[in-house]
Nanobody
């Protein structure tokens, strides 16, 4: 069963930037399940949807990241990326990528990547 795997996390200072990448675990299209979303889960918190991109390139952003995060696709690399700028401590979380909607329950969650914003 293909899963989507996140990478690119790390430690960054407040106001800094990071670029996350999401890839499929096998050779299938990253859009095999339709739209792709980035999610994050802070310690003790539920996992929240951060941004999505559809197969037709429509995008959605949570209010908390609007204007700071940019989701994009790289068809040559079969990836979906999340450019994160002007990071603050509230962005600290494990970031995951996955499909969007009810199908997530069927395919499960791949490996996430830790983002820590701290001075």
């Amino acid at each position: 069963q293909v899963q989507l795997v996140a990478s690119g996390g790390g430690l960054v200072q407040p106001g800094g930037s990071l670029r996350l990448s999401c890839a499929a675990s096998d050779s299938g299209s990253i859009f095999s399940f339709g739209a792709v979303g980035w999610y994050r889960q802070a310690p003790g918190e539920q996992r929240d949807l951060v941004a999505t991109i559809t197969t037709k390139n429509s995008t959605f952003y949570a209010d908390s990241v609007k204007g700071r995060f940019t989701i994009s696709r790289d068809d040559a690399k079969n990836t979906v990326n999340l450019q994160m700028d002007n990071l603050n401590s509230e962005d600290t979380a494990v970031y995951y990528c996955n499909a969007v909607g009810a199908i997530v329950a069927r395919i499960g969650w791949g490996q996430g990547t830790q983002v820590t914003v701290s001075s």
